[in-house]
């Protein structure tokens, strides 16, 4: 089990690296269908935000302040209904929670990328403050209670005029901030066992091999690549988790 666990926290840490989201998809799946746990959340929110930190300080100077900014503001509010949900739910009933959610955005972005290409020109979403505090909210509710910050944020960010390495950052940027956020309620509220540290700690050395490679292959992948590879992610990984309920 151990070195499943490994090669999963390398391909999801290869991903996140690439695209600026990633690891909370394909490692709370994986890990909650492995470790039958609600621990899962909390080790992907460890190593995720070992793996941010680390991340960050590479993309910082690029990083769309004003826009992460009304992003994390949005997701002050999000933080504490995510704690209430970790609360209540069990784990189908967060697995459930996660499917759904993200076909809803799949879904979304996919009918957004059809009608762009069958029109003669593409709609993109604004970046005021309206839209961010929602999207905002919805991230920071299931950063705390999924450890899964990014989808919301990248399956908004890829529908607005933005460049692929701006959308990176500041996915990686509100992620960071999310993952540190929902590390601090997840120890005040539950508290965080020793074994679920201990497991982090054996995961950061696949996880920190995969940051590495996702930032070398990440050189590669243009701006349509960039879209696809996102959308396929989101679809794929809601499908997933409804087939292994």
């Known amino acids: 089990m151990t070195l499943v666990l490994f090669f999963i926290t390398f391909c999801a840490a290869t991903l996140q690296a690439a695209t600026g989201f990633g690891f909370g998809i394909i490692a709370v799946t994986a890990f909650l269908i492995i470790l039958k746990s609600t621990s899962a959340v909390q080790i992907v929110i460890i190593i995720t935000l070992a793996m941010s930190m680390v991340h960050w300080f590479k993309i910082r100077s690029i990083v769309p302040v004003d826009l992460v900014k009304k992003l ?32 809803l955005m799949s879904a979304q972005n996919g009918f957004e990328r059809y009608r762009s290409r069958n029109s003669d020109t593409q ?15 919805l991230s920071g509710a299931m950063a705390s209670a999924l450890a899964m910050p990014g989808p919301a944020v990248i399956g908004y960010l890829t529908q607005c005029d933005l460049d692929k390495n701006t959308i990176r950052a500041a996915v990686i940027t509100t992620s960071t901030v999310s993952y540190a956020v929902a590390l601090i309620l997840q120890m005040s509220v539950f508290g965080i066992a020793a074994e679920t540290w201990e497991s982090s700690l054996m995961l950061l050395p696949a996880t920190f091999a995969g940051l590495f490679f996702g930032e070398y292959i990440s050189k590669f992948i243009n701006p349509a690549l960039f879209k696809n590879i996102t959308l396929f992610v989101l679809l794929a990984s809601g499908l997933n988790i409804l087939i292994t309920l």
């Open 72 to 103: 994390i503001m949005g997701c002050l509010i999000g933080y504490p209904i995510g704690v209430v949900l970790f609360n209540m739910a069990d784990i189908e009933t967060l697995k459930i929670a996660v499917a759904i959610l993200i076909l």
């Open 123 to 137: 709609r993109f979403l604004p970046t005021n403050k309206k839209y961010c505090a929602g999207v905002g909210t």
